[in-house]
């Protein structure tokens, strides 16, 4: 029978070889193309992290061809697409460069970040938190969340972890999603291994019986509240000095000096003609600008 289909097949195409070849190359060039995918997406990768590590705006105020400034992600991407033949062909039929893809690339390095993050925090024996109500550029009412650990060389590691957006600034507002946050970070029955709170000393955050950390407390009850540093000298001098009254009065005037000069442009030329300084806007918990006015004066 085999010797009779042998005979029966000579000289006819094998179409079951002639499938198999076809198979093998459509999945060599399938895979090339995946190769030369996952390189072009490294490169522009890479500036999407360049540009995150120095601060600088993805987008530019013209991204149209005919710009001569269409921002520093584009001139990157240009200039790295002069020194890569792949992403330069890549760049003549896809641009790659729309804020859909920016923003999705952003997505998926803050989740890898954040899962990084949790897994060392997860590891380490005890935790601490710092935390901080503030109001965004678009007046958005949020706080911003940093864990404190050690990592498994023993090294300190202090880690910005996200904003969690808020109603309001009170306690009860606050204290409660920063609790849902923690809840998920750290495991039912470890709550002990939340050892200290780290805020401002504004009396929603620090007050001892409906403050923040008073709640914060009742549920991590060895979680100690602490100061924080950079805000401590500021917020003593200004709970201090308010309860003289001269003082304030000065600092009410020396605020209303650089408000009144920073309204108007024919005022400021004023200024600069007479003393030839400006004067430095003034921050209600910020006294080094408080200093810097008044030398200015």
Known sequence: MYNTVKLAMLGRANISMQLDEGHRLAVRKHNEEVDRNRHTLSKIIDCVKFCGAFELALRGHDETESSHNPGVFR??????????????DHLKTATGTSKTLQNELLDCMLSVIKTHILGEVN??????IQADETTDISTRCQLALVLRYLDSQN?????????????????DTISTALLERLSKIIPAGKEGKLIAQAYDGAAVMRGATGGVQCKVNDVYTSAHYIHCYA???NLIMQQATSHIRRIRTFFSDLGGFAAFFS???????????????????????RWNFHSRAVNTV
């Open 263 to 285: 309204r108007s442009f024919k005022q400021t030329a004023v200024l600069d003609q007479v003393v030839a300084h400006r004067l430095p806007a003034t921050s209600a918990t």
């Open 155 to 171: 090294s300190i590691q202090e880690r910005f972890l996200e904003f969690i957006p808020l109603q309001n600034a009170t306690a």
């Open 123 to 128: 590891n380490a024996d005890y935790l601490a």
């Open 75 to 88: 001139g990157l991407e240009d200039l790295v697409a002069s020194l890569d033949n792949v992403l330069e």
């Open 231 to 233: 805000h401590q000298l």
